[in-house]
């Protein structure tokens, strides 16, 4: 099944999966997780190579999102440059595996010649209900993670 960033851009659309997802969990005990994803020193890339390169590469990561998720999962931009994806059925060992393997493909899907500056990623996550039990919690815990991510140099993968 091909994806459609595009399709589902707008918070409210993932806050609407999300609620899906936390009703589902209420009464069949499946866990699901959440990632976000930023990319790392976005605007240096933007000041050094200019907004339509920034805009080819957003693209460029949002194609690779679009080919590593499965069909059951969500994928959405949420800002300028950070994207969620929402793993349906999906414990914190399953999602750990899946983000690294995300963050593996948008790491190759960049040629190191492309640009003298390397395009990395880094990616938060948290699984209901091993860490939230609530959409809010979800969001709060997930964005801790990607801060940590972020503090911790970037190019990263951390879960709480």
Do not use: W
């Amino acid at each position: 099944m091909k994806h459609d960033i595009a399709k589902i851009s707008d918070r409210k659309l993932i806050h609407e999966a999300l609620e899906e997802e936390l009703a589902r969990y209420n009464r069949y005990k499946q866990p699901f997780s959440l990632i976000m994803l930023d990319v790392d020193n976005f605007k240096i890339f933007t000041d050094s190579f200019g907004h339509v390169a920034g805009d080819n590469l957003l693209r460029k990561v949002a194609k690779a999102i679009e080919q590593s998720i499965r069909a059951v999962d969500k994928a959405a931009r949420c800002g300028a440059d950070e994207f969620v994806a929402i793993y349906p059925h999906t414990s914190k060992v399953d999602a750990m595996q899946l983000t690294n393997r995300l963050k593996k493909k948008i790491t190759m899907s960049f040629d190191k010649s492309d640009k003298e500056m390397p395009v990395t990623v880094s990616i938060g996550f948290a699984t209901v209900p091993d860490d939230a039990s609530s959409i809010t919690e979800l969001f709060e815990k997930t964005d801790q993670a990607l801060y940590l991510a972020k503090k911790g140099g970037g190019n990263r993968v951390v879960h709480l």
